[in-house]
């Protein structure tokens, strides 16, 4: 392009500024080429005529486009050149506050003077494993990037920290290390990573100091090489140092410190560890006074001193090494303090005597006072021929003193460089390294001396390697992509590096200088000027015979030579170190001996004879100059870093005034200039700097193509058909194999005709709209004209119909008023009439009504005299035949009494009689049979109780002898009586205070009573409060909405608490399963010795009765209750349990029990007895003298049965009572403890009698009734034999059938006999009685069939709530969505019918095999039945009593129980667990390994084996641990274990007994809970195992979406087309190198959802709980969210209106799917609410405070660091779209100043949701489960 094109009217130029360095103006005039004036405007609208020559004032720099402004790499930036990379850093550093900006392969850190949260572990995480041009620039890049190429390429490298003092170099290295410390951690428990960081406090402590530019200035350059294993885990370091600034020790300017830790020491004096080195405030110090200030603004040297101290220890130096170390120091400073006073000569000095300093000094370092003193003030020559002392000056003393301070403190900082290079130090083989190097910058000041020298000659040397290695990046570029390149001439700064470094070069002649005697700066400075007076870096000053001037890279610097021989010396006199060697302080000698190569010499006395040169000998070491030195380890860098692929960082220092985010043009740019940024910008520059990739071309400029270039699918050939017609030149750019190569100012142009383009089409756009929007208005305008026409003449039309109307009006009241008058004088006269009527016709009536009441009073006299006279008449007639009925029946009761008397004295009468008594006489014998067992246990007792007090009576009275002897037997007879009276008042006094305590527990009980209701009244009204403050609160809710949100913040605050405790339970779960692991075998070993976690028992003998009986029994659980009561009270103690109220709670429950129990079989039995005596009644054959038998011996075992319950119900109430009273005493003695022990061994044994009571009653129960049925069945015979002889009696059919009712005799019919009478009544009792029953039994089905409509009722309301609740929902769905809805609705429900009809299928063959075996039993029965009655007809001789009863076991099915044998139980962990795969059972019963496992547990339980049941789950549960660590990365596996796991775990819990899990069982599901073992501990296993595997899971589903989030979420064209495409800089440019085949795959956002669906469908087809599957999105949904916004807020590139759609986009289709799945309740969709909002901020307007106030509303979800940092990095993709303001940014910061959000700018990606596992009974019955054969599970049984 010609001069014409560019330099046009509008177009943006750089003009030189004196302030601003580069001004910014725009060119007012079209410029010709060859024109002397170009016209231009600034920026504050004033013109300027800027001069324009070929030679001395060329064209200024064009700006570049604004889209391009703000960009991440600087190479990128269409015009290379200084001004534009000054603006963009100056943009990006103030307007969007970001310190970091790429530069092709330089990273520049601008320091900001402020922390910034943008180095936390999040932000590494963050950049972990991402390529470096993926991320918006930051250390951690580089460091990431260096990194990933050590391991890829198995090359060491390295990271070069450089700029000025102040620029941020030793913070930028220590973020680096702190990277590589957490990316490559320890690959054992060495710690390595934080010895390394901990080395940090102490370098800094001992090479930093506060300067005039800086406050942390590092003084000294280091080189830190951390190593790496073949893992690439960090094993060791190694630490170089360079040039430490020792003058620094003994001289400060103004304003600047020593090294901090002098102050540190000072300001921790008080300290009594410290106490021993005498330091004061530092002020008192010469040494750390010199600078006039001692303190640095926000530090706290004391504090500091702390965390030096401890990275001492964690780096393993000995506490009395760091004592020493302080010494040390703390001697350097009363050397400083040393007064050296001239003599009056002038030409010597002395010390002052009792120098309290110098004492202090020789204390610490344990020298010699007078040695010391000494040689202090003097010096010792040696020539050839002999050695004399030679007295010193002041002023020589004086600088000998600093020289010794340099050296020792030069000694210590060696020394403590050398011992944390051993302490990070390892014997492991290092693989790789990457090495740190933090040196000083470039360095320019008004003096400057030998330290910035070798500063600057170092730098020289770095930038040379630099220019090299950018040279050699451009040259393999071209070369990559095949460009012809030429030779690009760059800067070489090698006749510099060998004007200082070659020979008879500066250094060379400076060493030179220094070996001459009487050496001088002057002399050294005239040799310069003589030997390189003709080289074009070297300059004399006009004005200076001791300066010269060396023409660097960077700038010119001027040095003055006074002190450059000096320093490079850097004498110091022998005498004082051989002091030093001699120290009793083993650290000091050791410090100066290290280094010396001879050994010292044994004769310390002074020789003055004549010697040879040897004596010179300790000296050599001091003849290595510094500048030597320094040369050396300068050449060992050079050649480490040319050995490694350098990474780049260049600190750059914004303002001298260490001003927060303040930035200085003028003193950027010449860092800019002198740390090499610039040359890498015209190394750049001077090729193709600009270049796009094919694909981003045609994605960009495509607009400028026309239809017929679309056609070709090439897009390569495309791009070169357009570049030949836009750009005439052809070589302005060039066509590589993957990428187009641009000139500078190219890609400018192209942007111009792109956007001359698009404004192009924006006019015809607006001219089109503009059009359509004034016919609209016309139409408009038209349309309101006829309205109103329209509105105008209705009016009118109104008006006149409003007139017809009144008149109307008028004639119709008119009417109407007249009609009224006339009609209300009608109605008066009618009124009148009807009255006058009314009352005549009242009074004939009454009169009419008065006749008829007194005819009815006289007919009512009538009646009653009439009645009266009959009923007299009646009673003469009653009475007389009474009277005859007496006399007649007193004659013939006369007859009767006369043939009974008869018939008493027959023998007939004596027989029944004695029959009745024989029973008695048996009763009798038994009782008194038992009667005398009982006497004789009780004699027996009795006796034992007589030896056993005779033997402790007889020793009491030989040990009373023994103590009595002397005293005579009257004396015993006395103490004896009054110990006895003595024992006496003690039991009464026991007495008493036993009532009294009863009496107390007594009143306790009544006032706790009164307090529990107190305390009820107490609630009620609490509740009556709380109904009306629930309204209140309800009122002020709807009054105030600031409440309610209010609220919804503590709730939230609150969840967010809990979810916290859930996170810390289940990260200490992690930590468990971890220790776990670790000591498995000791675990192992303790559960043999101690309480077995795994159940308690319940012992139980009534297991099988229970199941095998058919009669209900009492269940055994409450007698287990009652024995777990009394087994808590074991462990707990006397003194715990008697204050449990709920064990007491808990035996006042089971006395009531058994007495429920008691009294329902006393009524069962007294039925059977009216039974009985009924049946008696009736007259009997001889053959029921058996059944008589019978009845007889039940009704003697049920007296003994009430005998034993009254005693045991004695027994329990006697415990109860010694249990309050144990709680009233708190202060139990071993005597009430052994009777407590007693009472609680009587429970025991009373309820192990109650349960062998409960026995004998169930066989007494069955034989009664079989004895009803015998005696019924026989009566039933007697009756068809006897039927003439009773036809009255009523019939009964039986006892549960229909009863006929009984004819009801008349009243005149008089019975022949008084027992025929008797008969009679009795049946009709019998009958009232089976009429009762049977309304009874009617009345229970009635409620039952109440109560189970009324619980149909309410399934039928919850089924309509339900399916309201689906309407609604499906009411608000799409139709497309309605109807996809509403199939799986339907699907649904299908198959839940197919299963109800399946379960019912398969009860009905139940049933039917059930019926089938009960019928086969009642044959046998009805078998054995006849056989029985054959028998008895047969043989009639009378039984014995005690006869034998047969209970039947019943006959069961399969209870849903396996059995094995215990050696299988291997074989059923390896088969059930090892072995299986998720596939084999994926068409079974979900969970099914789950089902088998508990079978087999119930199995173990139903037998009562508790080591079988312990066993296999411990086994089941380390089986699956083994296998889910076998299988760390399979999903699919971890979410089969972890389906099966949670089902095992319900199932304990839906099995367990416990009410709270079976509310929602089946009766058969209940039959088949646990009877023995509570499993309780082991489900408590069971959800911490089930914890862990989540977390696994969860970790698994991370680590395969994370890779695809990035790319499907922000990357991918998910609405196509939308995306623009932006210039490229260097890092977007050297990722490509490495991708010639192919990049990395990307992923869509239809992979990432397709990957999302595999999982939820692998869940479900496992049969995993839907509130876990729910969980699991959740949290994968969290990884989505965070992952995204990450990247968002670290890259500026998908900051954009395009990405915001795409991204609102890809979210919706998020949530789509959550919906498809049914797991928008789940809350995932409320997780992605961070992104969502960041993607609506990017779309919104960002312009007026309205606009700032929608923001601040909407973004509730993001903090304020986000949404400011989103607005920060907002990027237009083209001229179109708008930058955010600052101002806008500010605006927004203002308003958000009240949220008080966490200062975190990134989500944390490994947070974790606490997990929650609701339990969710199954409604398979175990019975019905089905194994297949293809397990391999033969070994198991079904029982």
Request: net charge neutral; hydrophobic share 35%.
């Amino acid at each position: 392009m010609s001069v014409n094109e560019l330099y046009t009217k509008f177009t943006r130029v750089w003009i030189p500024d004196p302030e601003d360095v580069w001004a910014a103006a725009e060119i007012t005039r079209d410029y010709k080429e060859g024109e002397s004036i170009l016209h231009l405007k600034r920026e504050d609208e004033t013109p300027l005529e800027y001069p324009v020559g070929p030679k001395s004032n060329p064209l200024p720099f064009l700006r570049n486009p604004d889209i391009l402004v703000g960009e991440n790499d600087l190479t990128a930036l269409s015009y290379l050149h200084e001004p534009a990379v000054l603006h963009n850093l100056r943009v990006r550093f103030l307007e969007s506050n970001h310190i970091y900006t790429y530069c092709g392969i330089v990273l520049v850190a601008i320091n900001p003077y402020e922390q910034l949260q943008i180095y936390g572990e999040e932000v590494i995480n963050a950049y972990t494993g991402q390529n470096m041009g993926d991320m918006d620039p930051h250390i951690f890049a580089v460091a990431e990037e260096a990194y990933k190429q050590m391991s890829r390429d198995e090359r060491n490298q390295s990271i070069i920290v450089s700029g000025e003092s102040g620029a941020g170099k030793t913070v930028s290295a220590k973020y680096a290390m702190r990277f590589f410390a957490t990316v490559g951690g320890s690959a054992n428990d060495t710690n390595v990573e934080e010895k390394v960081l901990a080395s940090n406090p102490i370098m800094e402590a001992i090479g930093n100091a506060k300067t005039t530019r800086n406050d942390n200035s590092s003084r000294f350059g280091k080189y830190i090489q951390i190593g790496f294993n073949r893992q690439y885990n960090i094993i060791g370091a190694n630490m170089r140092t360079y040039l430490l600034e020792k003058s620094r020790v003994v001289f400060q300017a103004e304003d600047e410190r020593n090294y901090h830790i002098f102050y540190q020491l000072c300001a921790s004096a008080s300290l009594p560890e410290f106490k021993d080195l005498s330091l004061t405030s530092a002020e008192d110090f010469t040494y750390t006074s010199l600078g006039e200030n001692i303190f640095i603004e926000g530090v706290n040297d004391a504090e500091d001193l702390k965390k030096t101290r401890e990275a001492f220890t964690l780096l393993g130096v000995k506490d009395s090494s760091q004592s020493n170390i302080y010494r040390i120091m703390a001697s350097i400073l009363h050397l400083g303090n040393v007064e050296i006073c001239s003599e009056r000569d002038g030409e010597s000095c002395r010390v002052l005597k009792d120098d309290a300093h110098l004492k202090h000094f020789c204390r610490l370092l344990g020298v010699e006072l007078k040695q010391m003193e000494h040689w202090l003030c003097h010096r010792k020559l040696a020539t050839t021929s002999e050695t004399y002392v030679k007295n010193m000056s002041s002023k020589q003393a004086t600088n000998a003193r600093d020289a010794l301070a340099k050296h020792i403190y030069a000694r210590m900082f060696d020394w403590i460089v050398q011992h944390i290079n051993k302490s990070l130090h390892t014997t492991s083989k290092q693989n790789s390294f990457i090495g740190v190097l933090d040196i000083y910058g470039f360095e320019t000041f008004e003096i400057n001396s030998f330290e910035q020298f070798c500063i600057n000659y170092a730098n020289e040397k770095l930038q040379q390697q630099f220019n090299s290695h950018v040279f050699k990046l451009e040259q393999e570029e071209y070369m990559k992509e095949l460009i012809p390149w030429t030779l690009i001439d760059f800067y070489d700064n090698q006749p510099c590096i060998d004007l200082i470094e070659a020979r008879l070069g500066v250094l060379d002649l400076l060493d030179e200088e220094c070996k001459v005697p009487k050496g001088t700066d002057v002399n050294w400075a005239q040799k310069l000027y003589q030997q390189h007076s003709a080289k074009d870096q070297f300059q004399k000053p006009r004005m200076s015979n001791t300066s010269f001037i060396i023409i660097h890279f960077a700038d010119k610097v001027e040095y003055q030579c006074d002190g450059f021989l000096e320093k490079n010396r850097d004498t110091v006199y022998e005498e004082q170190i051989n002091i030093l060697k001699a120290s009793q302080l083993q650290l000091v000698a050791d410090l100066f001996h290290d280094k010396d190569d001879a050994p010292p010499s044994k004769n310390s006395r002074v020789n003055v004879r004549a010697a040879k040169p040897s004596p010179r000998g300790p000296n050599k070491e001091h003849r290595k100059t510094v500048g030597h030195q320094f040369r050396s380890s300068l050449h060992l860098l050079m050649e480490t870093l040319n050995a490694t692929t350098p990474h780049y960082v260049r600190c750059i220092k914004p303002n001298d005034f260490k001003e927060a985010f303040s930035f200085d043009s003028s003193r950027a740019v010449q860092q800019l200039r002198a740390c090499g940024v610039l040359e890498t910008i015209r190394i750049s520059a001077a090729g193709y700097p600009s270049r796009w990739t094919y694909p981003d071309f045609f994605s960009r400029y495509r607009v400028l193509m026309k239809k017929s270039d679309m056609t070709s699918s090439d897009k390569k050939l495309v791009c070169k058909n357009l570049l030949a017609t836009l750009i005439k030149e052809p070589d302005m750019f060039q066509f590589g194999k993957t990428k187009i190569f641009f000139r500078a100012g190219q890609v400018a142009y192209l942007e111009k005709l792109r956007a001359d383009k698009f404004r192009s089409a924006c006019i015809k756009i607006q001219k089109t709209v503009r059009g359509w929007l004034q016919r609209i208005r016309y139409r408009k305008i038209r349309k309101m004209a006829i309205t109103l026409q329209r509105y105008g003449r209705g009016y009118l039309a109104r008006r006149y119909a409003e007139y017809l109307r009144l008149t109307r009006a008028a004639l119709v009241c008119q009417k109407q008023y007249r009609m009224v008058r006339d009609r209300r004088a009608f109605l008066r006269v009618r009124k009148a009439v009807v009255t006058i009527q009314a009352y005549a016709k009242g009074m004939f009536t009454r009169r009419i009504y008065w006749e008829f009441l007194l005819h009815h009073k006289a007919m009512i006299i009538q009646k009653s005299v009439r009645g009266w006279l009959q009923r007299k008449k009646f009673q003469r007639a009653r009475n007389a035949a009474i009277t005859i009925q007496c006399g007649f029946r007193r004659v013939q009761a006369k007859k009767r009494l006369k043939e009974r008397k008869i018939e008493a004295r027959s023998a007939q009468h004596l027989k029944n009689l004695n029959s009745g008594m024989e029973n008695k006489i048996v009763q009798l014998q038994r009782k008194m049979d038992d009667q005398s067992k009982d006497l004789k246990t009780q004699n027996e007792q009795l006796q034992t109780v007589n030896i056993s007090m005779g033997t402790e009576v007889s020793k009491l009275r030989k040990e009373l002898e023994q103590v009595r002897g002397p005293r005579g037997e009257g004396g015993q007879l006395t103490s004896l009586q009054a110990e006895l009276e003595k024992l006496r008042a003690e039991l009464q006094e026991a007495h008493a205070v036993r009532k009294k305590l009863e009496e107390e527990h007594g009143s306790e009980k009544m006032s706790l009573e009164q307090r529990v209701e107190e305390l009820e009244k107490e609630n009620s009204l609490l509740k009556s409060e709380k109904e009306e403050m629930n309204q209140k609160i309800l009122q002020q809710t709807k009054n105030s909405q600031d409440i309610s949100s209010s609220v919804s913040q503590t709730e939230a605050s609150l969840q967010k608490e809990l979810d916290e405790e859930r996170q810390r339970y289940q990260n200490l779960l992690k930590e468990i399963s971890r220790v776990e692991q670790k000591y498995e075998n000791l675990k192992e070993e303790v559960s043999l010795t101690k309480f077995v976690p795994g159940h308690r028992r319940n012992t139980s003998n009534l297991s099988s009765l229970e199941s095998d009986s058919n009669y209900p029994s009492v269940s055994t659980s409450e007698v287990g209750d009652t024995e777990d009561s009394v087994q808590l009270v074991e462990e707990m103690g006397v003194e715990k349990a008697a204050m449990d109220i709920s064990l007491f709670m808990k035996l006042q429950k089971r006395v009531r029990e058994l007495e429920q129990e008691r009294k329902r079989l006393q009524t069962s039995v007294d039925k059977m007895e009216e039974l009985a005596k009924h049946k008696s009644s009736e007259p009997r054959s001889p053959t029921s003298e058996l059944e008589t038998a019978d009845l007889a011996y039940n009704n003697l075992k049920r007296e003994e049965l009430e005998s034993e319950n009254k005693k045991l119900k004695n027994d329990l109430n006697a415990l109860r009572k010694s249990i309050s009273e144990r709680a009233a005493d708190n202060n139990s003695s071993n005597e009430l403890q052994d009777g407590y022990n007693l009472l609680l061994s009587q429970l025991k044994a009373a309820n192990d009698e109650l349960d062998a009571r409960k026995e004998e009653m169930l066989i007494l129960r069955s034989q009664i009734v079989k004895n009803a049925q015998l005696l019924e069945k026989n009566q039933q015979v007697q009756q068809s034999n006897n039927v003439p002889e009773a036809p009255d009696v009523p019939e009964v059919t039986g006892v549960t059938g229909v009863t006929e009712l009984p004819e009801v005799p008349e009243v005149t019919e008089v019975p022949e006999d008084k027992e025929e009478a008797l008969k009679a009544y009795q049946g009709l009792t019998e009958s009232k009685r089976l009429l009762e029953a049977q309304l009874q039994t009617q009345c229970r089905q009635h409620k039952d069939e109440l109560e189970a409509l009324h619980t149909q009722i309410e399934l039928l309301k919850a089924d309509i709530e339900k399916k309201q609740e689906i309407l609604n929902y499906t009411m608000s769905l799409s139709p497309e969505a309605q109807v996809e809805y509403s199939v799986q609705q339907e699907i649904t429900r299908l198959t839940n019918d197919n299963l109800d009809l399946k379960e019912l299928v398969e009860k009905q063959e139940k049933n039917e095999r059930k019926l089938k075996k009960q019928l086969r039993i009642y044959m046998k029965k009805v078998q054995e039945f006849e056989a029985a009655q054959a028998a008895a007809l047969s043989s009639r001789s009378r039984p014995a009593l005690s006869r034998q009863v047969t209970v039947q076991r019943k006959e069961k099915d399969f209870e849903g129980m396996l059995e094995y044998y215990k050696e299988d139980e291997a074989l059923l962990a390896k088969t059930l667990i090892t072995d299986m795969k998720p596939s084999t059972v994926s068409g079974t019963v979900p969970c099914l390994p789950a089902y088998i496992l508990f079978m087999c547990i119930r199995h173990a339980d139903y037998i009562n084996d508790d080591e079988k049941v312990e066993s296999l789950l411990t086994s089941s549960i380390n089986s699956v641990k083994k296998v889910l660590k076998k299988n760390c990365d399979d999903f699919e596996t971890t979410s089969f274990w972890l389906a099966n796991t949670s089902r095992l775990l319900h199932c304990l819990k839906q099995y367990s007994g416990d009410e709270v899990f079976m509310t929602q069982n089946s009766p058969k599901q209940n039959e088949h809970c646990l009877k023995n073992f509570d499993l309780a501990e082991y489900r408590q296993v069971l959800s911490d195992l089930s914890i862990q595997i989540y977390q696994q899971l969860i970790k698994v589903a991370e680590g395969i979406i994370q890779p695809m989030i990035v790319s499907a979420m922000l990357e991918s064209e998910s609405i196509p087309s939308l995306a623009g495409v932006k210039p490229m800089g260097y890092r977007n440019r050297s990722s490509s190198m490495d991708t010639d085949a192919g990049g990395p795959s990307s992923y869509t956002l239809e992979a990432l959802i397709r990957q999302l669906g595999q999982f939820h469908s692998i869940m479900s087809d496992h049969g995993l709980d839907p509130e876990i599957v729910g969980q699991v999105v959740r949290q994968l949904f969290h990884c989505i969210n965070a992952i995204t916004l990450n990247n968002l807020l670290l890259r500026k590139d998908v900051c954009s209106w395009s990405t915001g759609m795409q991204l609102r986009y890809n979210t919706s289709q998020l949530e789509e799917w959550l919906r498809g799945n049914n797991l928008y309740q789940s809350k995932a969709a409320v997780i992605l609410e961070p992104v969502i909002q960041a993607a609506q901020l990017l779309q919104v307007k960002k312009k007026t405070t309205q606009d700032a106030e929608a923001i601040c509303s909407l973004c509730i979800a993001l903090t304020t660091q986000q949404i400011v940092k989103v607005l920060n990095l907002y990027t237009p993709l083209n001229e179109f779209e708008e930058r955010v303001t600052v101002s806008f940014i500010r605006d927004i910061q203002s308003r958000l100043t009240v949220r008080n959000d966490p200062p975190q700018l990134l989500i944390d990606t490994k947070h974790t949701f606490p997990v929650l596992f609701p339990y969710t009974p199954s409604a398979l019955s175990l019975e019905t489960l089905h194994i297949p054969a293809s397990l391999g599970l033969e070994f198991l049984v079904r029982v």
